[in-house]
């Protein structure tokens, strides 16, 4: 059954325009606090949602990456931007499909403005609005442009104020500090004194007027083009457009760092948060799945099978990022299985069935089609995997190689089925505790790590190899890192495979 939601818009506002502001104008919004690093993939928009980025931090924390955007656009996420943060980055991504509203956005875009510092200003928390508490240089620009035009103040004296506030850092625009300057420059005081009533009087801010444009064309979007419903939640891809023309987004390491993946939907079709657990809180799809391969003992056989189906897409032509349907229907000849018995909704699929389509493909794969002929490669395989006949033993080892080629992005499809499994729910309920936790002392951490290689078999250093890589780690440093990161998944160690 496919669940439906009505797709969702996403406004980030402070100190431009606040929240109250926002959702006057557009009630159902989700306003959030201005945009940072590590968020928007949290936030589990998919298809057909709208995120409107006008305000954004960079200064108490990182700026949203590009990469984060790009993604939410190869996910058919709407994204639009404006006035501050916004404008910036829509200039900066708009050939990739981002939409940029109002005077700044194409002051950044025509190269009128080039630096980051003409939308930076120092504001108040979030208990006061996010209310600003220094100048924009693009807002001062407008408001020596209007106090001009109404002959509040001379052109010399509109062009002393701007130079002076270019001169401070964007920390120190103030009005107090900027008229004090222009003072000191020699501007006349009665002039200043107008000017900065006229400010008071009028507040001008081409920021606010380009955020408001901004408010109302994204409410013509959502009924003019965005779609009312859409699948949730939705892990397909392939969207991104450069200059219109289809284009292929890199799904690095960095990009799966950053991405959070969420359980299965509630049977309502809703987008409750998980565990009741703010959206920002989630974490990416990194630390569950490190959290899964330390505590989950179902993890190794999933990780197993999906190794072998994306091996078998593989042969197919494929790709194994491709919609998880898509996937298994490409499959149902190859393992000569009805589409009904091995849909979306398995996880996995029996293992003996994949080994025995792997095994007439290895030479395709590249893996060596004798045990004598694959040399060291079979350190990744236990003793007694080894004695096992070839046609058992390649398709394990064909397994054990596949996410070792950096070309592979193997988190996307091992998360596709993890989110129809309710330890995913269990692993960020983990992995929020290992966030919080102190870290622990490197003693601490040898002793876990020895004592979770004992419980994998793990009897000599010969061993060590196999364990590591039936896990999902490709290297002792990884795995090391892992437990000093995650020890709080090592008490799942009795979860039972779902």
């Not at 945009?35 to 980025?53: E, F, N, P, S, Y």
């Not at 109002?102 to 208990?127: I, P, Q, S």
């Not at 020699?186 to 920021?207: E, H, V, W, Y």
């Not at 998880?324 to 069935?353: H, T």
């Amino acid at each position: 059954m496919v669940m439906m939601s009505t797709s969702r818009l996403i406004v980030t506002a402070g100190p431009t325009l606040c929240a109250a502001e926002v959702r006057e104008r557009l009630p159902e919004a989700e306003v959030h606090d201005p945009v940072a690093a590590d968020q928007v993939l949290r936030w589990g928009m998919t298809a057909g949602d709208r995120l409107l980025i006008i305000d954004g931090l960079f200064l108490q924390a990182r700026a949203v990456r590009h990469k984060e955007l790009l993604s939410l656009l190869d996910q058919g996420v709407h994204v639009f931007g404006a006035s501050s943060m916004g404008a910036l980055r829509a200039a900066e991504l708009e050939a990739f499909g981002m939409r940029g509203v109002g005077a700044v956005f194409r002051d950044y875009r025509d190269g009128v403005l080039v630096g980051d510092d003409e939308v930076a200003l120092t504001h108040a928390d979030a208990d006061a609005d996010h209310r600003a508490l220094s100048w924009a240089l693009v807002d001062l620009r407008y408001a020596v442009r209007l106090a001009v035009e109404e002959r509040v103040i001379d052109a010399a004296t509109a062009a002393a104020l701007v130079n002076c506030a270019k001169t401070l850092p964007f920390t120190r625009r103030d009005s107090p500090t900027v008229i004090g300057a222009a003072r000191a420059q020699g501007c006349d005081q009665a002039t200043l004194a107008a000017f900065r009533s006229f400010c008071a009087r009028r507040r001008p801010s081409i920021k606010r007027l380009d955020a408001l444009a901004a408010l109302r064309q994204v409410a013509e979007a959502g009924c003019a083009g965005a779609p009312d419903t859409h699948t949730v939640p939705s892990a397909t891809r392939g969207r991104l457009r450069y200059r219109g023309q289809p284009t292929a987004l890199a799904v690095t390491t960095y990009l799966r760092r950053w991405t959070v993946s969420l359980p299965a939907a509630p049977a309502d079709g809703s987008l409750a948060p998980v565990c009741g657990q703010n959206p920002d809180r989630l974490l990416p799809d990194d630390h569950l799945l490190a959290t899964l391969s330390l505590g989950w003992r179902g993890f190794p056989a999933l990780l197993r099978k999906v190794a072998a189906e994306c091996l078998l897409l593989d042969t197919l032509g494929v790709p194994a990022t491709a919609e998880f349907a898509e996937q298994r229907r490409a499959l149902s000849p190859l393992l000569r299985m009805p589409e009904a018995e091995i849909g979306p909704d398995r996880a996995s699929l029996p293992w003996g069935v994949l080994r025995r389509a792997l095994w007439p493909r290895l030479d395709i794969l590249d893996v060596s089609p004798t045990a004598a002929l694959s040399g060291t490669a079979q350190s990744l395989l236990t003793p007694e995997e080894q004695a096992l006949p070839w046609c058992h033993s390649g398709p394990l080892l064909a397994t054990r190689t596949w996410h070792a080629d950096p070309r592979v992005d193997w988190a996307t499809p091992v998360m596709q089925r993890l989110r129809i499994l309710p330890v995913l729910e269990w692993a960020q309920e983990v992995a929020s505790q290992d966030a919080r936790s102190r870290p622990l002392d490197e003693d601490a951490v040898r002793g876990m790590c020895r004592s979770l290689l004992h419980r994998w078999g793990v009897r000599r250093a010969a061993d060590a190899p196999a364990a590591l890589r039936i896990h999902g780690f490709l290297s002792s440093i990884d795995f090391v890192r892992a437990v000093r990161t995650h020890p709080a998944a090592l008490s799942g160690l009795t979860r039972s495979v779902r």
